[in-house]
């Protein structure tokens, strides 16, 4: 069995226009998640999954530049995206994480595969964590057949195919009490969530040393102030949402998210 974690980031954001490429204490946002994602023990590859239109050529050599693989493919079908990169690796199982999310917790990505190891699942996922540090696992398998029965081209949003139409083995990764913040947003999509970013690595990032999610979210804790930066983000993030192509499958009822 071959499992990779892909990232999935382009650069068309109009909320935060090059957001992946903002810097954050001398380095791209991106080059700080690639390094939490290399502390990851139990996957096989890192594969930068980006579209083939020209502003992302610059995202293919953030990859290179970082050791990393990259593949191009459709602009707005994510599920797709991952579909041809899986198949191109050979890649068997699949951790997705998002370019638009700064730190994840490399033990929870070990997690998710060790589940998978153990039962299998379609789509595997962890609740309760600050939103924007959740990863997803899909199976390949799994994720040919919602590329088969999907009836929308647009994915930007995805997880409702794999646990809202009842086809799929789904398992759920629950936030230990520590990490257990889903009020804590740790996303970039508005400035006001880079301000927040750049204050939190200001406090807790050394060189050469990728602090932990739960040294983030002990910060917050402490500093209940740092939430208040990007506090009212949400609200325009869920508007956003809502814009989003719905879930439809082609032989089932429209399902909603």
């Known amino acids: 069995m071959k499992s990779a974690i ?21 380095k791209p946002a991106i080059g ?20 083939t239109h020209p502003d992302d050529a610059v995202l293919a050599d953030v990859a290179r530049d970082n050791g990393i693989e990259c593949f191009r493919g459709s602009e ?64 390949l398998s799994a994720l040919e057949i919602v590329c088969e029965i999907k009836a929308e081209s647009d994915t ?6 794999f646990t809202d139409s009842g086809r799929f083995k789904v398992e759920y990764l629950e936030a230990d009490e520590g990490l257990r913040h889903p009020e804590m947003r740790m996303t970039l999509d508005y400035p006001e969530d880079y301000e927040f970013f750049r204050e939190v690595f200001n406090r807790l990032y050394n060189p050469g040393r990728a602090f932990t999610l739960r040294e983030a979210v002990s910060l ?18 869920l508007r956003h949402l809502k814009k989003s192509a719905p879930i439809r499958f082609k032989d089932l009822p429209d399902a909603g998210r």
């Open 220 to 237: 917050l804790l402490a500093n209940p102030e740092l939430m208040e930066i990007n506090g009212k983000a949400q609200a325009a993030y």
């Open 6 to 26: 892909f990232i999935t980031v382009r650069m068309k954001s109009t909320r935060l226009p090059a957001k992946a490429l903002l810097d954050i204490k001398g």
């Open 32 to 51: 700080h998640l690639i390094d939490y994602l290399k502390l990851a023990r139990y996957t096989d590859l890192i594969v930068l999954c980006t579209s």
């Open 156 to 161: 930007e949003v995805w997880e409702g195919y």
């Open 76 to 139: 707005d079908d994510k599920l797709d995206r991952y579909l041809n990169a899986a198949k191109k690796y050979g890649v068997d199982f699949m951790i997705i994480t998002h370019g638009d999310s700064v730190i994840y917790d490399p033990q929870i990505i070990d997690e998710v595969s060790r589940l998978y190891r153990q039962t299998g699942a379609d789509y595997i996922t962890c609740r309760g964590l600050p939103l924007g540090t959740a990863p997803h696992g899909l199976k």
